[in-house]
């Protein structure tokens, strides 16, 4: 990754951390966009002295601030190589109660700001004929999850738009992937009602009897994002551990 620029949305959060700093110790530059001032803190420490970070603290739920804010960040960084569409938001509660615009909202940070990220992404892909583009979805696509559904269309959104600009970006030279990973302890898992019994269903669930780690989602994501994966292409890596094969 020496060399390459990598723009990672969610960077700081439980899964983003530990692939930050991994994408740095292989020489990328890593710009960092999350508004959470406590996880960028513990970011910029666990990343000091492993290479070159950039922080924005943008709302991605802005989208017209969000595009001011890549000019920005490309003109410093003299383009991207490397998208990561990773932040999330994940209200929950029965979908009767949902509004048409808690699902915009949501579509809005999880979906629309990736999509504004690709766009200012790709002409510098395009001239240099390379690039990597990589989705996070969750394994919820894969059955359903109650409560939450303007975030399960959501990820199920970002597997449709990875597959239609695999295709699209391919004579460029661009990949473009998605990862879902399964359930792991982030912050995300502390809405439900019952971790222990949640944990004991996970493990029951899985073909492999423990948890996730960060750094199971971090070894996919830099494969993904490197120089190796440049002939897989519209796919979507499910990281769970063995609970949904696909």
Do not use: C
Not at 80 to 89: E, F, K, L, S
């Amino acid at each position: 990754m020496k060399g390459r620029s990598v723009l990672y949305t969610g960077a700081a959060g439980g899964l983003g951390l530990e692939t930050s700093v991994l994408l740095l110790q292989r020489g990328a530059v890593v710009v960092a966009v999350d508004n959470d001032p406590a996880k960028v803190a513990q970011l910029q420490a666990a990343a000091e002295g492993h290479g070159r970070l950039i922080v924005s603290t943008a709302d991605l739920s802005d989208l017209a601030g969000w595009r001011t804010e890549l000019e920005r960040l490309v003109a410093e960084t003299g383009g991207v190589d490397v998208v990561i569409n990773n932040a999330a938001i994940y209200p929950a509660k029965p979908f009767d109660e949902f509004t048409v615009e808690d699902h915009q909202r949501v579509q809005r940070v999880n979906v629309d700001a990736g999509i504004v990220a690709v766009q200012a992404a790709l002409p510098a892909m395009r001239a240099q004929g390379w690039g990597r583009i990589i989705n996070v979805s969750s394994i919820t696509i894969s059955g359903g999850w109650a409560s939450l559904s303007p975030y399960v269309a959501s990820k199920a959104a970002l597997v449709g738009l990875t597959r239609a600009w695999a295709r699209e970006f391919g004579p460029d030279g661009i990949t473009v992937n998605a990862i879902a990973p399964g359930a792991f302890p982030t912050d995300a898992e502390k809405i439900h009602p019952d971790p222990e019994g949640y944990n004991r269903m996970v493990l029951d669930a899985q073909a492999v009897k423990r948890r996730g780690t960060a750094a199971d989602i971090a070894a996919a994501i830099a494969f993904l994002a490197g120089d190796e994966a440049g002939f897989i292409t519209g796919q979507t890596l499910h990281v769970n551990g063995g609970w949904v094969m696909a």
